[in-house]
């Protein structure tokens, strides 16, 4: 039963035209090269269009070096946080039945539906000096909006929803045969947490994080509008970006570009090893399963 | 899968790494006097030279270092981050108008602000012109050529940015004179030129780099020295500038916010790094960048660089900035009823 069903799933793939095949590749590398290869070598073309020099002067600039730690130290916060929440929400999801369910997974991705801009005029209408908590703050000397935790939180904001998104179908799928089989075995809770739950979902979760990172030290709408913009004080990689490009120094301003470009790049590579270690996994299942199919 | 486990403590063992790195590098920053002056768009040269010469004349004088940090934008965004809570000991913005909001809204300095620092508190001038491609190809002599059909016009929304309620009333008050006073005909001729407008910035700076390096639009309706800076940076054989028949003259005020400076500490430096604008120093900074300097002799030493033209004030053609602003800006006023967006 199970190879003629195989062999007529795999036939249309391979069946196609060769025409077909090469117009569809051919679209999909044009596609690449129009919209990702030329942009970014374009990125790095104008960084160096006037010497190595003064692109490592760019970099160097105080101004630039406290862009880039607030821009890392955000991501430093904002993903472990990030992983937190996404396992206590997807851990809720996949194992609990409980009233509000399908409401806490509507909320959950609230952030993805509203525009950052609207996130950050959130913060600053909860905590900005004229509403009641953020005065209150104000006056104990905790400064949040226009301030390094302004830009945390809606930073936190916007990415909470990724880690807990890429783990939600994986726990739904591993299910909990394996934890009962653990509990039944003796191991404590942690235990059961540790020696399986976290690995049978790791990659997932590391995927997650990969993607929160990116979003992380890359958002530029949300925290545009809590940061005040002071310079070297708080400015990410992405505002600071946009204030060399109107200080009409558009060397400089690539040359931050560039660096935000190989943070991401380095994300990429990270995922894209991640990812090959996840492959051997699925084939060592697709081969059990015809297995057990045959 | 016995390497699994191993990579994903070393990359955790990674990320925990990079973020002490991070929030341990941030700890290192030195006790001294931190001021921050919230500015507008175009002033970002001028007060990078004024708080370079500020600070050595303050290290001689005090002894003390000062670092005084900038923050730039829209003068009305910048405004209303200041309402919000954005700590400033002294504000450089746009329009005496955006400090009153500050007054009115937030109460952190007393309104009558404008009469503590000479010239009401405008330590320099500017006015509006048009700046427009070399050899001016559309032929861009006045006002009246910005609402012909197919020219595009540049200037940022003066919802949010105040050189763009200037050049909003230079307008205004030149088609209110070639009307003989008619506001319903004034406003025909204002809103033909935003017709005109493709895109509508949130602040000066953006304009001039969509007109300078995005190449959208025949003239930019700039500041005197936003317009000055763009030739400066992008080259004298790009771009010329139009001395209209009639401008507006530009005030932008400075202050220090008292609320600020009391918590801070800063009353006496925020006052004194005002006071330096008009110095005979400061002047030559702010002549330098383009600004019309209010000293006399600064004045006339850079009098070929300032040509004079007939221009209108707030305060007497316009009955000031408190009655300018909500007729002209605030909702449901003019230029909400003749500027709607893609029509």
Redesign the interface.
């Known amino acids: 039963m199970a190879s003629p069903m195989q062999n007529e799933l795999k036939r249309p793939g391979t069946a196609d035209p060769p025409a077909v095949r090469i117009a569809l590749i051919t679209i999909a590398l044009l596609f690449v090269a129009l919209f990702i290869f030329i942009p970014v070598i374009a990125v790095f073309a104008e960084a160096l269009r006037q010497g190595i020099g003064v692109y490592f002067a760019a970099i160097i600039d105080p101004e630039a070096r406290a862009a880039i730690?607030?821009t890392?130290?955000t991501?430093?916060?904002a993903?472990?946080l990030n992983v937190a929440f996404g396992i206590a929400a997807s851990w809720a999801i996949a194992r609990f039945d409980f009233p509000g369910k399908q409401l806490l997974l509507t909320l959950i991705d609230i952030p993805f539906s509203v525009s950052p801009v609207i996130a950050g005029m959130l913060f600053?209408l909860l905590l900005?000096?004229?509403a009641p908590l953020?005065g209150w703050l104000?006056d104990h000397g905790i400064?949040i909006?226009?301030a390094e935790p302004g830009i945390v939180l809606a930073t936190i904001f916007v990415t909470f929803p990724l880690a807990a998104r890429e783990l939600i179908p994986i726990m739904q799928a591993v299910g909990s045969e394996e934890e009962e089989a653990a509990i039944v075995l003796g191991a404590g809770g942690w235990q059961m947490f540790f020696r399986v739950t976290l690995?049978n979902v790791?990659w997932g979760l590391?995927y997650g994080?990969v993607l929160c990172n990116a979003r992380a030290m890359g958002e530029f709408g949300a925290v545009s509008v809590v940061s005040?913009?002071?310079?070297?004080?708080t400015n990410t990689m992405p505002l600071y970006i946009e204030?060399l490009?109107?200080?009409?120094q558009?060397a400089a301003a690539f040359a931050v570009s560039s660096l935000l470009t190989l943070l991401a790049i380095a994300t990429l590579i990270?995922k894209y090893y991640l990812e090959r270690?996840v492959v051997?996994?699925k084939t060592e299942q697709d081969d059990l399963a015809v297995k057990v199919a045959a | 899968?016995p390497g699994?486990?191993s990579?994903?403590t070393r990359?955790i063992a990674a990320?925990v790494v990079?973020?002490s790195?991070?929030?341990g590098?941030?700890q290192s920053r030195a006790a001294q006097i931190t001021l921050?002056n919230v500015s507008y768009?175009p002033t970002?040269?001028l007060y990078e030279a004024v708080n370079a010469q500020f600070a050595k004349d303050w290290k001689a004088k005090t002894g003390d270092d000062v670092t005084i940090?900038?923050?730039?934008?829209g003068s009305g965004k910048q405004a209303r981050?200041v309402?919000?809570?954005?700590?400033a000991d002294v504000v450089t913005l746009g329009l005496a108008g955006d400090i009153d909001a500050i007054v009115e809204?937030?109460g952190l300095l007393p309104a009558n602000w404008q009469s503590r620092l000479p010239d009401n508190s405008c330590p320099y001038t500017s006015t509006i012109v048009l700046l427009v491609r070399k050899g001016n190809p559309k032929k861009i002599k006045d006002w009246d050529d910005l609402v012909k059909p197919g020219i595009a016009v540049i200037t940022p929304n003066p919802k949010a940015s105040g050189g763009a309620r200037w050049n909003f009333l230079a307008t205004w008050g030149y088609a209110l004179k070639k009307n003989g006073g008619d506001e319903s005909k004034a406003a025909a001729f204002v809103g033909a030129l935003y017709k005109n407008v493709p895109v509508l910035d949130s602040g000066a700076?953006?304009s001039t780099?969509t007109f300078a390096?995005r190449e959208i639009g025949d003239v930019l309706i700039a500041w005197e020295n936003e317009a000055r800076m763009a030739i400066k940076?992008?080259g004298a054989d790009k771009y010329e500038v139009v001395y209209p028949s009639v401008s507006i003259l530009a005030e932008p005020p400075v202050a220090w916010i008292d609320k600020v400076d009391q918590r801070h500490g800063t009353a006496a430096i925020s006052k004194a790094y005002l006071e330096f604008l008009y110095t005979p120093a400061g002047q030559e900074i702010i002549a330098q960048n383009f600004f019309r300097p209010r000293d006399q002799t600064v004045a006339a030493k850079y009098a070929t660089q300032f040509p004079s033209l007939p221009m209108l004030t707030i305060d007497a053609d316009f009955g000031g900035w408190k009655t300018a602003q909500p007729k002209f800006f605030g909702d449901g006023g003019v230029f909400d009823k003749i500027y709607q967006p893609g029509s």
């Open positions: 730690r607030l890392l130290m991501a430093a916060i993903v472990p600053v900005g000096v004229r953020g104000a400064r909006i226009f690995p790791k590391l994080m005040g913009h002071i310079r070297g004080h204030i490009y109107n200080d009409y558009f990270a270690r051997p996994v | 899968m699994s486990r990579t994903f990359a990320l990079a973020a790195v991070a929030l590098v941030g921050l768009d970002r040269e940090n900038q923050s730039h934008g981050a309402i919000d809570g954005l700590e809204k937030a700076r953006g780099t390096e940076q992008f």
